[in-house]
């Protein structure tokens, strides 16, 4: 009985120090995470384009849609690529607004640039939740909203 009352302890112990171990890189991975979304943050607020559209909104050429997409995909890790992997039939115009979305613009700032109303643009959103939901097989729970699950993605 004694045998095992030692086996048991030193078995509790090494899960204790696993414990600690697995607690600390919980931790170290929660801080990575946090500086690369402050990195991504300032190289993205400091990018002329973004820069520009930030001040002054306006419509965009395809040049610079392509800029905003590569934009995406090496600041956020494969963002487009990711995007599309999981929802292939996103039209090109969904894909632009994801874009915007995650680059943080406003609704108003997005209408500007797509050249349409305010009003649009929130329409343009609850349509591309519905694809995204559909896609995803309602893992895109009703109560999280378009701009906070992109962010996240």
Request: aromatic fraction near 8%; glycine fraction near 4%.
């Amino acid at each position: 009985m004694q045998q095992h009352i030692v086996e048991y302890t030193s078995k509790l112990d090494k899960a204790r120090r696993d414990t600690e171990k697995f607690r600390s890189i919980s931790e170290e991975n929660l801080n990575l995470k946090q500086r690369e979304r402050m990195l991504a943050e300032y190289v993205v607020d400091n990018d002329s384009l973004v820069k520009e559209l930030r001040e002054k909104s306006r419509v965009l050429d395809d040049m610079e849609w392509e800029t905003l997409e590569q934009m995406c995909e090496s600041t956020y890790g494969n963002f487009v690529s990711r995007l599309q992997g999981i929802c292939p039939t996103l039209t090109k115009q969904e894909l632009h607004l994801c874009i915007l979305i995650k680059l943080r613009f406003s609704n108003t700032q997005m209408s500007e640039i797509f050249g349409v109303s305010v009003s649009s643009v929130s329409q343009k959103k609850f349509r591309l939740k519905k694809h995204l939901s559909e896609s995803l097989e309602g893992s895109l729970p009703e109560e999280m909203t378009l701009d906070r699950w992109l962010g996240e993605f």
